[in-house]
């Protein structure tokens, strides 16, 4: 484990968004709700293309969607931003279960 030290102002903000606790708690719930907060949003991200194109990500990606839509900038830049969602949702989702399995040890 590592030792930070923190200028105090920052952990006044902290303790002002987290009440109670140690100051370790208070990051974890932090860094836990960001966590949330982005895998939120690329969860989003990806029905929004789902309901667009009536698919999966995984289904666009195997049809050659953006080779069948004429490699239009729209449908390029749509590939792109729902590819990042897609790993931005594996990776979140890897980090909030290894977050909470630290927690339980802990």
């Known amino acids: ?11 006044q903000v902290i303790d002002r968004l987290e009440a109670g606790d140690e100051l370790e708690s208070k990051l974890r719930r932090l860094i836990e709700n960001e966590i949330r907060r982005r895998l939120a949003r690329y969860e989003w991200i990806d029905r929004v293309f789902q309901k667009k194109y009536g698919m999966t990500f995984e289904e666009f990606e195997r049809n050659e969607m953006v080779k069948k839509l004429g490699y239009s900038f729209e449908v390029e830049n749509d590939y792109h931003e729902w590819d990042m969602a897609i790993d931005g949702i594996e990776t ?6 290894e977050l909470q399995e630290r927690e339980s040890i802990l």
């Open 1 to 11: 484990m590592s030792a930070i030290l923190m200028p105090e102002p920052l952990v």
């Open 92 to 97: 979140l989702r890897r980090d909030l279960e």
